[in-house]
């Protein structure tokens, strides 16, 4: 499974932005999907999941009423819409791909990592 993510930017806080994922795999509905990221000098955590058929989502307690993760598994892509963005969400952000269904926080957990894409917020 290849994973490419994009939508990274410069915002200004407050302001929102848009990261997509798209798999290069029609087996995309069969995978838990993920969103890490990592903020400057510290470790890849946690942000959201979703299940396979995107009816249950998962969410990192900073960014919980602020983000939202989604998939259209038609498209082969997983969403991460996120808005009141805040200096503190700066990092570089991950999709991952998890062959089981259940939901885990874990990096090891997941199977499949995207390249990254940058956010940066400025204050």
């Known amino acids: 499974v290849q994973l490419q993510a994009s939508g990274g930017g410069l915002v200004q806080a407050g302001g929102s932005l848009r990261l997509s994922c798209a798999a290069s795999?029609?087996?995309?509905?069969?995978?838990?999907m993920a969103w890490f990221r990592q903020p400057p000098g510290k470790e890849r955590e946690f942000v959201a999941s979703?299940?396979?058929?995107?009816?249950?989502?998962y969410y990192e307690d900073s960014v919980k009423g602020r983000f939202t993760i989604s998939r259209d598994n038609a498209k082969n892509t997983v969403y991460l819409q996120m808005n009141m963005l805040k200096s503190e969400d700066t990092a570089v952000y991950f999709c991952?791909?998890?062959?089981?269904?259940?939901?885990?926080?874990?990096?090891?957990?997941?199977?499949?990592w995207g390249q990254g894409t940058r956010v940066t917020v400025s204050s």
């Open positions: 979703i299940s396979r058929s995107g009816g249950t989502t």
């Open positions: 991952a791909a998890r062959d089981l269904s259940t939901t885990r926080t874990q990096r090891s957990a997941y199977d499949y």
């Open positions: 795999v029609g087996t995309f509905s069969r995978h838990t």
